[in-house]
């Protein structure tokens, strides 16, 4: 695992942290995914999927979409971990939910 790879993990453990303090949202299913296959992995995981995930709008109806995966994705120290697509992906998820970066 890269020193990114390695970074982006302890971020999507954070994801899980504060959506549990901070929206009561206890991502269970999630922190399992991150266990399993690592930050990385999930996230190309998620990405892959027709839609938002249940955290995801559970973030938004939290008023935390800066808590979500896609938006970690497009954080500069991430971004060259994924691809153009999945980049995409995550902006225009976040647009359509009115989030603003």
């Known amino acids: 695992m890269?020193?990114?790879?390695s970074r982006f993990n302890r971020a999507m453990l954070d994801i899980y942290r504060r959506a549990k303090e901070e929206c009561n949202y206890n991502a269970t299913r999630f922190l399992q995914m991150?266990?399993?296959?690592?930050?990385v992995a999930t996230a190309h995981a998620l990405l892959a999927?027709?839609?938002?995930?249940d955290g995801f709008t559970a973030l938004w109806e939290c008023g935390r979409l800066d808590l979500t995966v896609e938006a970690h994705v497009l954080k500069p120290e991430?971004?060259?971990?994924f691809t153009e697509e999945e980049k995409n992906i995550a902006r225009t998820r976040l647009n359509e939910y009115g989030y603003k970066s």
């Open 49 to 53: 999927t027709p839609g938002p995930s």
């Open 78 to 81: 991430f971004i060259r971990l």
């Open 34 to 39: 991150i266990s399993e296959r690592g930050g």
């Open 2 to 5: 890269t020193d990114s790879e």
